[in-house]
C-alpha cells in the first residue's frame, strides 16, 4: 500500500481545509504577490477552498485548480461555481500547461505524499513565466515532536519509517529550499511559523482532528503490526494528547522562488 493513499483519501482534503482560515492565508501568504499575477494554479487544490478564496478576493484574476482526485474536483466545482475559477484533472508531475503559462503558482501540504516531490516543483517552475513567483509549503515534524517524550514514540518512529518508504514524508519542509534550488528557481526566501502548538491538553475540535487524521491512516498502521495494534498506538497517542502536561508541535515551510 502506497501512502499516497492517504492523499487519496478525500477525507484528507477535507481535514486539511477545516483546519484553514482561506482569507487570513490568503491575505498572509500569497496577498504580496498576486498584485502582480494575473493567471494562478494551485496544484494540488483538494477542496478548492483556497483557489476559490483567491477568485472572491481578486475576481479580476484567473485561478485554475488542479487535483488527482475527482471526487474532490466535483466537490470544488459545486462548492465553488465562480467565473474566473476552473477546476482540473492532472498528475503534479505532468502538469498539462505549456512553459511559462502562469504568473503565480502553488502548492499547499501536497508535497508531503509525494514519492517524488521533486519532479513535481521541477513542473510548478516550468509552467511559471519568468519572472513569476513559485510558493512551496508543506510541514515539517509531524508526529514527532513532543515533549515529554512518550513512551511509544519508538513505535510510532517504525510506523514513521515505513510511510516514508512508500512516499509520506514528515520531514518535506525541511527540503522545500532544496526542491526550489534544484528546480532552478532564484532569489528564494524561507520563513517557518508553527502550525500546530499545544502546551496542555488538547481542545475538542483539535482532538477530533487529530482522531480524523489517525483514522485515515489506520490502514497503514495496520499493515506495519495489526488491527488491535493500531487501534491501542491511535488511543495511547489521543490519551497523551489530552495530558495536561504534553507539549507537541509541528511547522510550516513557506518558500518563496522566482521563475527564471
Known amino acids: 500500500m502506497s501512502a499516497t493513499y492517504i492523499m487519496e483519501d478525500d477525507r484528507e482534503a477535507m481535514r486539511l481545509s ?13 496577498a504580496p504577490f498576486l498584485t502582480h ?27 485554475v485548480g488542479i487535483d488527482i482526485s475527482e471526487t474532490r474536483l466535483k466537490h470544488a466545482r459545486e462548492h465553488y461555481p465562480l467565473p474566473s475559477l476552473s477546476f482540473n484533472y492532472a498528475d503534479s508531475t505532468a502538469l498539462p500547461f505549456p512553459d511559462g503559462n502562469f504568473d503565480l503558482v502553488y502548492s499547499r501540504l501536497m508535497l508531503e505524499y509525494l514519492k517524488h516531490p521533486e519532479v513535481s516543483v521541477c513542473e510548478m517552475a516550468r509552467v511559471c513565466k519568468p519572472g513569476g513567483k513559485v510558493i512551496l509549503q508543506d510541514l515539517d515534524g509531524q508526529l514527532i515532536w513532543h515533549y ?11 510506523v514513521l519509517v515505513e510511510m516514508a518508504k512508500t512516499g509520506h514524508d514528515v520531514l518535506v519542509g525541511r527540503k522545500l529550499f532544496s526542491f526550489a534550488k534544484a528546480a532552478g528557481l532564484t532569489n528564494i526566501t524561507v520563513s517557518v511559523d508553527p502550525y500546530h502548538l499545544y502546551a496542555g491538553r488538547v481542545n475538542e475540535k483539535e482532538l477530533m482532528e487529530w482522531e480524523l487524521k489517525l483514522d485515515i491512516a489506520l490502514p497503514l498502521i495496520e499493515q506495519v503490526y495489526n488491527k488491535e495494534k493500531a487501534l491501542e498506538l ?13 507539549l507537541t508541535y509541528s511547522v510550516l515551510f513557506t518558500v518563496v522562488g522566482e521563475a527564471v
Not at 148 to 158: G, I, N, S
Not at 234 to 246: E, P, R, V, W
Open 18 to 30: 477545516q483546519k484553514v482560515d482561506p482569507s487570513d492565508w490568503v491575505k498572509r501568504f500569497f
Open 37 to 63: 499575477s494575473q493567471h494562478v494554479l494551485d496544484v494540488g487544490a483538494g477542496s478548492g477552498i483556497l483557489a476559490a478564496e483567491i477568485a472572491r478576493q481578486y475576481p479580476e484574476k484567473t485561478v
Open 148 to 158: 515529554p517524550v512518550p513512551d511509544f514514540q519508538e513505535e510510532m518512529d517504525r
Open 234 to 246: 491511535k488511543q495511547k497517542f489521543l490519551s497523551y494528547l489530552l495530558d495536561q502536561n504534553t
